[in-house]
């Protein structure tokens, strides 16, 4: 069975681990520990551990489980208590977090009890802050002032080195594709190559390494941008051109549905074949397009479907 390496966070990511869950890989998910807004922040706060928010999503998508165990996990107490706005899963994963010490052996826990497919590693035990400097000048810290902000993003940073866990070096080290996103390409995307170490095993894997890219801008962070802009700044930060292959959405957005994109000042991003073509990048299109409650989201069945295509048909996958 291949081994498959996903790193990002947010809601992206969950999409993505909820397609490629009901295919015969090994999935090992690095999710970003940067979060600091809402239930999250206030459980960073108390008791100074990394953020629990989007590995809670990603144990969902993951898990095999009754979906009333989903909806337990995804629980929010609205109570006029210090309760008020917590999720259930981020409580139970800051209780396992005090017991065992660290995220790694928490999820490995609950993972068992949620019946999980794969595995979920948080890309740090650090308690990560994540800092943006904007290209007017501004620093500003903290992930959810960043993505409130609106302010087009230079580069970003942790406020302190943080280190990936030996459990991410090693799975890098060991998988047969390596996949970045799906998530906003600076506050959950990048933070997962921030550590030089990762950006190494990497490079040097003889695995494929894979861009899912988004389906809509997001103002402040990809104004404007192409699939290749994405790409470009990835590499960035990784010194090189690390991307062998890119999946991409070449599906329309309905005009009802753009039209409440244009007050997030959000568009497409458009697929530039002859950029990704001279940068030596093989592109994998469809109509990825899927509408949940008038948000546009990855169809996640038809693309974790292309992902196992690849995977298949590809002799050095």
């Given at each position: 069975?291949?081994?498959?390496?996903?790193?990002?966070?947010?809601?992206?990511?969950?999409?993505?681990?909820?397609?490629?869950?009901?295919?015969?890989?090994?999935?090992?998910?690095?999710?970003?520990?940067?979060?600091?807004?809402?239930?999250?922040?206030?459980?960073?706060?108390?008791?100074?551990?990394?953020?629990?928010?989007?590995?809670?999503?990603?144990?969902?998508?993951?898990?095999?489980?009754?979906?009333?165990?989903?909806?337990?996990?995804?629980?929010?107490?609205?109570?006029?208590?210090?309760?008020?706005?917590?999720?259930?899963?981020?409580?139970?994963?800051?209780?396992?977090?005090?017991?065992?010490?660290?995220?790694?052996?928490?999820?490995?826990?609950?993972?068992k009890i949620l019946?999980?497919?794969?595995?979920?590693?948080?890309?740090?035990?650090?308690?990560?802050?994540?800092?943006?400097?904007?290209?007017?000048?501004?620093?500003?810290?903290?992930?959810?002032?960043?993505?409130?902000?609106?302010?087009?993003?230079?580069?970003?940073?942790?406020?302190?080195?943080?280190?990936?866990?030996?459990?991410?070096?090693?799975?890098?080290?060991?998988?047969?594709?390596?996949?970045?996103?799906?998530?906003?390409?600076?506050?959950?995307?990048?933070?997962?190559?921030?550590?030089?170490?990762?950006?190494?095993?990497?490079?040097?894997?003889?695995?494929?390494?894979?861009?899912?890219?988004?389906?809509?801008?997001?103002?402040?962070?990809?104004?404007?941008?192409?699939?290749?802009?994405c790409i470009k700044?990835?590499?960035?930060?990784?010194?090189?051109?690390?991307?062998?292959?890119?999946?991409?959405?070449?599906?329309?957005?309905?005009?009802?549905?753009?039209?409440?994109?244009?007050?997030?000042?959000?568009?497409?991003?458009?697929?530039?074949?002859?950029?990704?073509?001279?940068?030596?990048?093989?592109?994998?299109?469809?109509?990825?397009?899927?509408?949940?409650?008038?948000?546009?989201?990855?169809?996640?069945?038809?693309?974790?479907?292309?992902?196992?295509?690849?995977?298949?048909?590809?002799?050095?996958?």
């Amino acid at each position: 069975m291949k081994k498959v390496v996903v790193l990002g966070g947010g809601t992206g990511l969950s999409v993505l681990l909820s397609g490629l869950k009901l295919f015969p890989i090994d999935i090992t998910a690095v999710v970003s520990v940067a979060d600091d807004g809402s239930s999250t922040g206030r459980l960073r706060e108390e008791f100074n551990i990394p953020a629990v928010g989007d590995l809670r999503k990603v144990l969902v998508s993951l898990s095999e489980v009754e979906p009333l165990v989903e909806q337990l996990l995804e629980y929010r107490f609205n109570t006029v208590s210090d309760l008020n706005g917590h999720a259930m899963g981020n409580l139970m994963l800051a209780a396992l977090f005090n017991i065992t010490g660290n995220l790694t052996e928490s999820l490995t826990s609950l993972s068992k009890i949620l019946n999980i497919k794969g595995r979920v590693l948080p890309f740090t035990e650090d308690n990560a802050v994540l800092v943006a400097h904007t290209k007017e000048g501004e620093v500003i810290e903290g992930e959810s002032k960043i993505t409130k902000a609106f302010k087009h993003i230079d580069y970003v940073e942790y406020k302190k080195p943080v280190k990936a866990t030996k459990n991410v070096l090693e799975a890098l080290k060991k998988a047969d594709l390596i996949i970045i996103g799906i998530g906003s390409l600076y506050t959950s995307v990048i933070p997962n190559l921030l550590d030089s170490n990762v950006v190494k095993e990497i490079k040097n894997s003889k695995a494929k390494k894979m861009y899912v890219s988004n389906i809509m801008t997001e103002h402040g962070e990809t104004d404007g941008f192409n699939v290749s802009d994405c790409i470009k700044q990835i590499n960035k930060y990784a010194g090189e051109n690390i991307i062998d292959v890119v999946v991409a959405n070449n599906g329309s957005i309905p005009k009802k549905i753009q039209k409440l994109y244009d007050v997030e000042k959000a568009e497409p991003i458009k697929l530039d074949y002859d950029e990704l073509k001279n940068m030596g990048i093989k592109v994998i299109e469809n109509d990825f397009v899927k509408l949940t409650n008038n948000q546009v989201r990855h169809d996640n069945i038809k693309t974790a479907l292309e992902i196992f295509t690849y995977i298949n048909n590809s002799g050095d996958v």
